[in-house]
């Protein structure tokens, strides 16, 4: 699943953090076509009046991610199919207000792969609310990011062993190439976990 790679919110990132998670996720969606895996992308998007936005976007005036602007585009060098879901979310977490995890559970999914930004925001709620949902989410530290890095390094570490696993990329790759499910294994320093 790959949250809010668009645009606009890409460009408040350094562009070599674009550059790697761009080039990250990728590996990922190539990995996991070859294996014929679902691929679900998501992505926030709003009315120009912003009479769907959040309390924060209305109460400042905060205009992004506007429909049928360029800045809601998903980034270019992203290879996204036509045979990929996509949903449109209007808060914070992919599940709230959306047919995510009716579609979710009509696939038999009961493993997440999370991918995107911002980690402290988007992927955060993302992953507590697939976890309340009863789905083991995985992280990989090279396909996630955030404008800010030290409260993404507290999420991270928040959510590793309680709500998912932070892993590393290449971790997800061999998963997936091996059609291997991870199990849930408490990992308190955030360093990735070596055994599945």
């Known amino acids: 699943m790959i949250i809010d790679l668009q645009n606009d919110f890409l460009a408040s990132l350094e562009t070599s953090v674009v550059t790697s998670l761009v080039a990250n996720t990728?590996?990922?969606v190539r990995t996991f076509?070859?294996?014929t895996l679902p691929i679900v992308w998501i992505r926030q998007e709003f009315r120009a009046d912003l009479s769907d936005a959040f309390l924060e976007m209305r109460d400042k005036n905060i205009s992004?991610?506007?429909e049928g602007t360029e800045g809601a585009q998903i980034h270019p060098d992203l290879e996204v199919s036509e045979s990929d879901v996509t949903f449109i979310k209007k808060r914070y977490s992919a599940f709230f207000g959306t047919?995510?995890?009716q579609h979710l559970q009509e696939q038999n999914i009961d493993h997440l792969?999370?991918?995107g930004i911002n980690t402290h925001a988007c992927i955060r709620t993302a992953a507590i609310d697939a976890y309340?949902?009863?789905y083991r989410v995985l992280l990989p530290r090279e396909c996630i990011g955030s404008y800010d890095d030290e409260h993404a390094r507290v999420?991270?570490?928040y959510l590793d062993g309680k709500i998912g696993r932070v892993v590393g990329?290449?971790?997800v790759v061999e998963m997936a190439r091996q059609e291997r499910r991870p199990t849930h294994v408490q990992n308190e320093d955030c360093d990735g976990v070596e055994e599945f």
């Open 26 to 28: 990728n590996r990922l």
């Open 33 to 35: 076509r070859a294996k």
């Open 64 to 66: 992004g991610v506007i």
């Open 99 to 101: 047919t995510l995890d």
């Open 113 to 115: 792969v999370l991918c």
């Open 132 to 134: 309340q949902r009863d």
């Open 155 to 157: 999420t991270l570490r």
């Open 169 to 171: 990329v290449e971790d």
